[in-house]
């Protein structure tokens, strides 16, 4: 049984507004070197933000309809639209129709595409691997949590329907 002091929101201390002004700062932070960190891969590759986007909701979430891609991504149809056109000229992207409506387009990575998501993921997974060495089993835990509980319903439910759709093999 763990010590009264170890127990969940039994020391509220991590409630105050200094820890939570922090907790904001090394989040902003942590986004700000991941993406720093993916540059050079993105820049080498002549892609942007919006591409490297796409390709880890579709390395994630492969078979999935335009219109959910547009949905997950919270971006206009003729943004997505130009960012799709520039990875599709490049081969990195593969199309197929619907099993039950044949009008709808269905978005995988082509061999190509996984390539390029492959490196850089390879660039996060090093900074994660890190990370998680460095803060231990129970940290890395308590940080899932953190980040689940902070997430909204409708990206709980995201999560919750990419994950179906990999288990029926979508």
């Not at 049984?1 to 105050?16: C, K, Q, W, Y």
């Not at 986004?31 to 390709?55: F, I, K, Q, S, T």
């Not at 993921?121 to 509980?149: D, H, S, T």
Request: hydrophobic share 40%; proline share 4%.
């Amino acid at each position: 049984m763990p010590a009264p002091h170890e127990r969940a929101g039994s020391d509220l201390l991590f409630l105050r507004e200094e820890s939570l002004r922090l907790a904001q700062t090394l989040m902003f932070l942590a986004a700000r070197d991941m993406a720093e960190a993916v540059a050079p891969v993105l820049e080498e590759d002549g892609l942007g933000r919006a591409h490297y986007r796409v390709l880890q909701v579709l390395a994630f979430s492969p078979g999935i309809p335009v219109s959910r891609l547009q949905d997950i991504l919270g971006v206009t149809k003729q943004s997505l639209g130009r960012t799709l056109q520039e990875l599709d000229a490049r081969a990195y992207l593969e199309s197929r129709a619907g099993r039950q409506d044949r009008r709808q387009k269905l978005l995988f990575l082509s061999p190509t595409g996984k390539e390029a998501e492959a490196r850089l993921f390879a660039v996060i997974r090093q900074r994660l691997v890190a990370a998680y060495r460095e803060a231990g089993g129970a940290a890395v835990e308590g940080f899932r949590r953190v980040i689940n509980g902070m997430l909204s319903e409708h990206s709980r439910a995201l999560l919750t329907e990419e994950s179906a759709g990999r288990r029926e093999g979508r």
